[in-house]
């Protein structure tokens, strides 16, 4: 629990949350062993306004951030176009393709493959 210091409080801040806020508040105050009213006076003190150099490197972060997400759209635009090509593949139609090319091409003599094949398979 914070320290209670020696002087008796008896000023008043009324603070308006709604109740999930009351909620959220409340469960850090628990999480901190602490009462909601150390809670919030100890986050009211501890709040400091950003300094220029702070404001400078969030600048900066949220930037590089900015970078970052887009880089990483143009990728799941390029996996999305990937998977598409690829749910289009027709395997029989190339394999059919290939063959054919194959078999049209003078440089292969398929007679000669055929019983080099033939005598691989027997050895």
């Known amino acids: 629990m914070a ?52 404001m400078t490197l969030m600048r900066d972060l949220l930037a590089q951030l900015e970078g970052a997400n887009a880089r990483t759209d143009a990728a799941f635009a390029q996996l999305d176009a990937a998977r598409t090509t690829a749910a289009q593949f027709d395997e029989d139609a190339y394999r059919a393709q290939v063959r054919e090319q194959l078999l049209a091409d003078p440089s292969i003599d398929w007679d000669a493959l055929s019983t080099a094949l033939s005598g691989w398979a027997r050895a």
């Open 3 to 54: 320290t209670q210091l020696p002087e008796t409080r008896s000023s008043r801040v009324v603070v308006l949350v709604s109740p999930e806020e009351k909620r959220r508040i409340a469960a850090n105050a628990e999480a901190a062993d602490m009462t909601m009213s150390d809670f919030m006076r100890t986050a009211a003190e501890r709040y400091t306004e950003p300094t220029d150099a702070e």
